[in-house]
C-alpha cells in the first residue's frame, strides 16, 4: 500500500492495524504519505479478541500465538484484531484524531456515506464512546446502547 499512497493522491488505503500485517513503522510511513486517505480494516476473523489458542475457522484451523493467527503451514489466516485494538496503535503512530479518522469518517466517506461516521444534529446515533486509554466503554446502536462497561 505504500507505493500507491505516494503515488496515487486519489485513493484510500485499507491498512490492517494488528502490527501482523504491517508493522508501526510502516504505519508511520503510510499516514506520512498519505493523510486523511487512510481507512483501518480487522480482516478479523472468528477467534479476533479471544487470545491465544487453537480455533476452527470453518474448515480451517487456525492456531493464534501473541496476536497472530497462523495456519498449520505457517501462513497468515487472517487478523485478529479488533477495532478498538487497530485504532490504539493506529494512534500510537499518527495521534488520536487521525487514528479515529481512519477508523469513523474516512472508511463512510469511501462508502459514499456521509450520514456515518460523524457525530451531528439529524444524524445517524451509531457511536462507539472510548475511554483515555481507547478502551471501549459503551456502544450505541441508532440512539440505543447495546453494551456498556460497568466500571469504565
Known amino acids: 500500500p505504500l507505493g500507491f499512497a505516494f ?4 485513493i484510500v488505503t485499507t491498512v490492517i492495524a494488528d502490527g501482523v500485517h504491517l508493522d508501526s513503522a510502516n504505519l508511520l510511513l503510510l499516514q506520512r504519505a498519505a493523510p486523511g486517505r487512510i481507512a483501518l480494516v480487522t480482516d478479523g476473523i472468528v477467534a479476533s479478541g479471544l487470545g491465544d489458542g487453537v480455533f476452527q475457522y470453518g474448515p480451517l484451523t487456525v492456531t493464534v500465538a501473541e496476536g497472530r493467527a497462523t495456519l498449520p503451514s505457517g501462513r497468515l489466516a487472517g487478523s485478529v484484531a479488533t477495532m ?5 496503535l493506529a494512534a500510537a503512530c499518527w495521534g ?4 479515529l ?6 472508511p463512510a ?3 459514499g ?11 445517524t446515533g451509531d457511536l462507539v464512546i472510548l475511554n483515555d486509554r481507547l478502551d471501549v466503554c459503551r456502544t450505541m446502536c441508532a440512539g440505543q446502547t447495546l453494551y456498556e462497561v460497568a466500571d469504565a
Open 7 to 10: 503515488t496515487r493522491a486519489d
Open 84 to 88: 478498538d485494538s487497530s485504532v490504539r
Open 96 to 99: 488520536v484524531e487521525a487514528a
Open 101 to 106: 479518522a481512519a477508523a469513523t469518517s474516512v
Open 109 to 111: 466517506a469511501l462508502l
Open 113 to 123: 456515506r456521509p450520514d456515518l461516521g460523524r457525530l451531528g444534529v439529524g444524524e
